[in-house]
Each structure stands twice: as C-alpha cells, then as structure tokens.
C-alpha cells in the first residue's frame, strides 16, 4: 500500500458512512418523527446531521488528497524515517506508517483484551512489516511487553522497571523520555526512536499535516526493537 491508496480508501470509507447516515435519516428518523414527537428521536436526528456533514467533509478532503499527491523524497538518504497515520474512529487499525516516499512500511492493529488470571489482563496488537511481509504478535499487560514474530518460536521480552523503564533479562534497559512535543526511547543510553510532532517539513505538508508524528529510527536498531519502541509509543 501507497499513501495515495490509504487516502483513496479513506475517502470511500467516509463516503460510505454519510450513505449510511443519510439511508438511517430518512428511513427510520424522519419517519419516526411524523409518529411521535419524542426529544431522543430529535436529538438523534441532529446528532445524525452533524455526522453527516462530518462525514462528507472527511470524505472531501481525503478526496482531494488523494488527487493533490506529489511525489515526494525529501526524507531519502536520512536512514529510516516514517510518518504515522493515526488511528481513524471508523478503521480497525491503530495506525499505520509511511516513508517519505508514500509506502506503508507498518500497520498496527489492536485486538481484544484477553484476561490471563483474574486480576491480570492482557492487550493484543498484531504488526505487520509490508516490506518484508511478515507479521508480529505482542501482548501488553502492567509487568511486561512480549513480541512474537510469526514461524518463530522465541520471543523478545521486556519487564517494565517503571513507568518509564523496561529491562530485559540480559541486562539491557530502554528508558522513555517524552516532552510535549517529542517521544524518545533510549537503549542504555542510546536513541532507538525518536519521535516529533508540529516539525514536518512545508514541502512534506501536501501529503500529511503539519502536526503528524515522525519517527526517526537508529540504523543499529534490531528488527524487534523496533517493532517494540512502535508499540511502547502506542501504550503511552
């Protein structure tokens, strides 16, 4: 997947949801309000309107998007830098994350919690690494993150020290540090993701806004690491 094809289906996305307000609209609201004269059926009309043109106007502007695309390569030659889409309220992903040329390098997905005993319950997330094809399972409790890449049978391993500090048990420690505008972990000692907001480039800004997130990877990182630093920024 490309970006222009993430704003495609975005906008057919969204134009599927104002069909679908439209058709509740005049097929069960209108009627319902020449029968009866109830407050909750007229605030569930205006509450529908407003989607409505929330909808549509979604739908024009990844329209318009879609269309507006250069072809952009400003980040080229900087190692692996990304730019998150953030989660949609109408999609099923978390997010998604394309390089400065417009692929989709990963997507992440959030599954249901799974209770594990009792008083321990678990987060699900699945990643996927479109270059490489290959899926990754994560489950996310208070104690401890655990990655699974698939058709492998070990697994990587963080225990959570802190609120802000997780340790493997061959004694390395990642270590968040966040401001306001900036999210970065920290291999003993060392950057493996960096992230910023409200920094993008004014060339970068026809294809995402001003304020979307870029993630900036150390070339040392593992493959797991990264997929781990992901899912960190994601949980906090």
């Known amino acids: 997947m490309n970006i222009k094809d993430y704003y495609s289906g975005m906008s057919r996305l969204y ?7 439209v058709f509740v609209l005049f097929v069960i609201v209108f009627p319902a309000l ?24 979604r739908h024009i502007y990844f329209s318009y998007k879609s269309h507006q695309l250069p072809n952009p390569s400003i980040f080229n030659g900087e190692g692996e830098t990304l730019l998150m ?18 692929f989709c390098h990963f997507s992440i997905k959030k599954g249901k919690r799974k209770a594990v005993s009792l008083f321990v319950k678990e987060k ?20 401890r993150i655990q990655l699974m890449k698939a058709g492998d049978t070990s697994a990587f391993k963080a225990i959570k020290v802190d609120r802000r500090e997780y340790g493997t048990t061959n004694g390395e420690i990642y270590r968040i540090v966040k401001s ?23 060339s970068m800004q026809r294809i995402f806004s001003a304020s979307t997130p870029i993630i900036k990877f150390d070339r040392q990182a593992r493959e797991e690491e990264r997929i781990f630093c992901l899912l960190i920024y994601f949980v906090h």
């Open 15 to 21: 134009i599927h949801q104002s069909i679908l307000c």
């Open 34 to 57: 020449h029968i009866t004269s109830f407050a909750s059926t007229t605030a569930a009309g205006i509450l529908l309107f407003f989607l409505l043109i929330y909808y549509v106007l």
């Open 85 to 102: 889409l953030e989660p949609s309220p109408v999609t099923a992903y978390q997010g998604k994350l394309f390089s400065g040329s417009g």
């Open 124 to 143: 699900l997330f699945t990643i996927t690494d479109h270059r490489k094809n290959t899926y990754w399972s994560a489950r996310i409790n208070h104690h």
């Open 180 to 202: 306001a505008y900036t999210f970065a972990i920290k291999k003993n000692g060392k950057t493996l993701m960096f992230v910023s907001r409200g920094l993008m480039p004014f």
